[in-house]
Every structure is written in structure tokens, then in C-alpha cells.
């Protein structure tokens, strides 16, 4: 049933593979713009949410959860290498034998730390402008950090695991779909579910402790605390692109 849909996620692999070999720089160009189109996800999420704080609607994580779609949107259209994504591509891949395992292991340093700077240098900009100076604005954000910052290393590690699960199905569904609307659906809807559910996205994460960092927060709020997140987080979400997704449909699917 997933044969064609497989062949694409192989294919990706391989053309990401490609562009690694042939330009370093520009593969780590491309996992830096990743995490940025997350940021844009992030700045709006946060503002929509703090609007409807405001206003004590019960609604402010639900519409934060529907604008965050926007940016799993920007990273399938507008050409982002994502880590998370990666790992169910690679994964597969090298099951299949078309990739080297420690080739997959340099794609996924280099994308990973692409996608760090590039947390790091949207924050920067987002900063600069200014729009998260007032507490009434920056609220929803810095609750945000400070309850991803809360929980034990054990519960991060399976929300990160059940978030890239979800995530690496946002864009692995669709392939089979026809029709732009029913994938951006099918993409909007599968985000939503992860961000309403309160799994942890590693590189989301990024995003959120790189700007809370940057702007006027609370000591609750701390590079360490953003570490031992993102530890148990991405080690999360590798263990669900490589097992719940690579393996499984790897295994699902046979070579005849």
C-alpha cells in the first residue's frame, strides 16, 4: 500500500545525499532555513495565543496549535531540511542498502546543527524587531519554555517520540494523497494534533528557548534547562524516525 510513497521517501533521501556530497554548505544553508520557516511557526503561535491569554480564552493553545501549521507548510514548500524528518528518511534508506549508516550519521549531525544556528539566528532577528519587549506579548511564549523545562528527562524522551512519530506521518501520508488541498490538510491536521497533545518537537524546541533566552524572562528560564530538554527530546525523536517509522515500514514492506 506504501510501496510508491516509500519510493519518494528514498528518493528524498538520496537527493538530499546528493547535495551533502556535492555542497556541505549548501545542505547546512538548507537545514539553517528549516528551523528558521519553524521560527516564523513559533513568533506566530506564541502571538496568537498570547492575544487569546489576554482575553482568558480557553482557546489560546488551540489557535497557537492551528498557526504553528504554518510552519511544517513553509519547510515542505519552501525547500528546509529538517533533522526530525530525516530520521525516517535516512533510516529507511539505509535499511534499503541505497546509503551508508555512517553517511546517514553525518547528514544527521549536519543537519541538526543547521538547524541549531539557524534557531539561534532567527532569534537573533526576531529580537531585534522589538515585538517581544511587553509582557502582555511575550507571556504565552515564555509559559511555553518554562513548562517544557519542567518535566523529567523519561517524559520528554516518549513526548519526543510520539511527536516525531506524528511529524514523520505529516509528511509521509500525504505522498499518498492527490491534490495540493488534501496534503496541506493532511499536513495542518497531523501538526495540530502534536502541538495540542503537548509532545515535544526538538527543533520547535530550539526555536522557543533561542527567543525566550533573548528577551526578558524569568530565572525559571535557562540555557541548562533548554539542554536537558533538548537531550532526552532528540534522542526522543531520533527513536521514533529510526524505529516507528524507518524499521517498521522497512519491515512492512519486504523486498520481493
Not at 514548500?77 to 528518511?89: A, E, P, V
Not at 549536519?110 to 539557524?118: C, K, P, R, V, W
Request: proline share 3%; charged share 10%; glycine share 8%.
Amino acid at each position: 500500500m506504501e510501496t510508491q510513497a516509500l519510493q519518494k521517501v528514498e528518493q528524498y533521501a538520496l537527493n538530499k545525499q546528493n547535495i551533502f556530497v556535492s555542497s556541505k554548505i549548501r545542505y547546512v544553508l538548507r537545514s539553517i532555513l528549516a528551523s528558521m520557516f519553524i521560527g516564523f511557526g513559533i513568533t506566530a503561535a506564541s502571538k496568537t495565543g498570547s492575544y487569546f491569554s489576554m482575553a482568558d480564552s480557553p482557546f489560546a493553545f488551540p489557535a497557537a496549535a492551528v498557526t504553528f501549521g504554518a510552519a511544517i507548510l513553509l519547510i515542505a514548500y519552501g525547500g528546509g531540511d529538517l533533522f526530525t524528518g530525516n530520521t525516517f528518511y535516512f533510516t529507511y534508506t539505509a535499511l534499503r542498502k541505497k546509503i551508508r549508516w555512517r553517511d546517514t550519521l553525518y547528514l544527521w549531525m549536519s543537519s541538526y546543527a543547521g538547524n541549531l544556528i539557524g534557531a539561534i539566528l532567527f532569534a537573533i532577528l526576531i529580537s531585534a524587531t522589538g515585538l517581544f519587549e511587553e509582557a502582555s506579548v511575550h507571556s504565552f511564549l515564555i509559559h511555553l519554555a518554562e513548562h517544557k523545562m519542567e518535566p523529567p528527562a523519561s517524559e520528554l524522551f516518549f513526548r519526543g517520540m510520539l511527536c516525531n512519530w506524528l511529524v514523520c506521518l505529516a509528511f509521509f501520508i500525504p505522498m499518498s494523497l492527490k491534490g495540493e488541498g488534501a496534503k496541506l490538510f493532511a499536513m495542518m491536521l497531523f501538526v495540530f494534533c502534536f502541538f495540542i497533545s503537548g509532545f515535544e518537537h526538538s527543533i520547535a524546541n530550539m526555536c522557543t528557548f533561542a527567543i525566550s533566552l533573548l528577551i526578558e524572562h524569568p530565572d525559571t528560564v535557562t540555557v541548562m534547562g533548554a539542554v536537558r530538554n533538548l537531550i532526552p527530546v532528540t534522542l526522543g525523536n531520533l527513536t521514533a524516525g529510526m524505529v516507528m517509522m524507518g524499521w517498521m515500514y522497512y519491515t512492512l514492506n519486504p523486498d520481493k
